[in-house]
């Protein structure tokens, strides 16, 4: 047993059972996880014009909202609220069919919170704080003790039962958790001061000069949108908060400004509750809100050796399941060989005498002879037909490549029919394509 478990054992002895690593105790089962799940993502251009942000497909077999579900359930925490704004039904579908194993009779469940004008029939959420607030008649019929509010669209893998500990342990109000981020990059956040026992002190929300972190001048403590709350203090907080004409009703510009002054707000580094480290020491977590950082994060899981360790039975990902049957790879002629190389292929690929490359087939793919994808990420039931070649490309689902059509080769060319990012990462969707795709996604 690690030297950090033994500690909580020891403050909270009937929270740890031998031999699993969790920390499952009664703080986690009397917490309600709320997952922001609600926006669109801009920056991910028209591979979001159908579908919300958490509801893209990542990783070879995912969605995005898959990592914080699963890290829920992981921790022990099963009673899970998902707040849904924008373009919701594909996420919505993906929940009821990939999350429905959790068991109402034991109080686990993931509840479906869309927005329904419920407070007011003159808007739908108004901001992260707003999201919850228009909850809070469900939050009372569960009457848990604590509320973590998550965000629904980032990639990790992070045990909120040490983060709920932490939080405990200080007789904290609320707790932040963050993440430490380059001094450079840190205006993009909200950069959060703390004193010497963590305790935030003061907030920024994406400051032109980061405060840096006390004995670390080159980096900044920034949040990750992840919150705990003791539920009494945070009913209060949002009634008060919605009262204010002049807030705009969210948790970075309004409630964590306005709780540093007068209560027990602390901070807790990422480091402390993520689940695995990457290959240089650093906890993994991605925004994969852009074209870039979205390819970026699927290509680094071809390498041999991944920062996002996907194979841990420890920490599994959980997700909707389809019923497919294995990958496929045919023909073993020197100009026609359908093989695969430093990629992942998921369940129902048929790859026909073709070459794959540093790629990521979803499920359902389908790739016919003489084609060449190298570096590319093929959402499901993608069709690529004879003699194409993809390179530095994402294909959005349903997509159907016509015969001979080379992409990634040449940018301004490519510019002419489909979206091209600043690092050259080419986006193709079924509306580029002329082809009417369902909209369901």
Wanted: hydrophobic residues 40%.
């Amino acid at each position: 047993m690690s030297t950090e478990l033994g500690h909580l054992q020891k403050k909270y002895p009937a929270a740890v059972s031998a031999p699993t690593p969790r920390f499952v105790s009664h703080i986690t089962k009397n917490t309600y996880a709320m997952v922001l799940a609600g926006g669109r993502g801009t920056r991910l251009h028209e591979l979001t014009d159908w579908r919300a942000k958490p509801a893209v497909p990542f990783g070879g077999k995912f969605r995005i909202i898959d990592f914080v579900l699963s890290n829920c359930v992981n921790s022990g925490i099963r009673r899970i609220g998902v707040a849904t704004q924008y373009k919701s039904h594909s996420l919505i579908q993906h929940i009821q069919r990939g999350w429905s194993f959790l068991n109402g009779q034991f109080g686990e469940f993931v509840d479906l919170l869309p927005a329904q004008q419920r407070v007011s029939e003159n808007y739908w959420y108004k901001g992260t704080a707003d999201a919850v607030f228009q909850n809070l008649d469900i939050l009372r019929t569960s009457n848990p003790d604590y509320v973590l509010i998550l965000a629904g669209d980032h990639v990790y893998k992070m045990d909120y039962a040490k983060l709920l500990a932490f939080h405990v342990d200080n007789h904290a109000d609320m707790t932040v958790a963050c993440l430490e981020v380059p001094i450079a990059e840190a205006s993009g956040f909200g950069v959060m001061g703390v004193d010497e026992n963590s305790r935030v002190v003061e907030f920024a929300e994406k400051p032109a000069h980061p405060t840096p972190m006390p004995g670390k001048p080159d980096k900044a403590l920034a949040s990750m949108g992840i919150y705990v709350f003791n539920t009494k203090f945070l009913f209060e907080q949002l009634i008060r908060d919605a009262d204010d004409n002049h807030s705009s009703h969210d948790f970075g510009h309004n409630m964590i400004p306005h709780l540093i002054e007068k209560y027990q707000v602390f901070a807790q580094n990422f480091a402390q509750s993520c689940v695995g480290m990457g290959h240089d020491n650093l906890p993994y977590w991605r925004d994969v809100g852009t074209i870039d950082s979205y390819w970026e994060a699927n290509m680094e899981l071809t390498k041999v050796l991944p920062d996002l360790n996907m194979y841990d039975q420890e920490w599994p990902i959980w997700t909707h399941q389809e019923q497919l049957p294995p990958a496929k790879f045919v023909f073993d002629e020197d100009d026609r060989r359908g093989m695969a190389i430093d990629s992942l292929v998921s369940g129902g690929c048929i790859v026909s005498g073709s070459t794959v490359r540093r790629s990521l087939l979803f499920s359902d793919v389908r790739v016919n002879a003489y084609c060449t994808i190298e570096d590319s990420v093929l959402l499901p039931k993608v069709e690529v037909g004879r003699e194409v070649t993809l390179k530095r490309v994402i294909v959005d689902k349903s997509c159907k490549i016509p015969d001979g059509l080379t992409v990634g080769i040449d940018p301004q060319e490519d510019r002419k029919r489909f979206h091209v990012s600043a690092s050259g990462v080419t986006l193709i969707t079924p509306d580029m394509l002329g082809q009417k795709a369902h909209r369901l996604r």
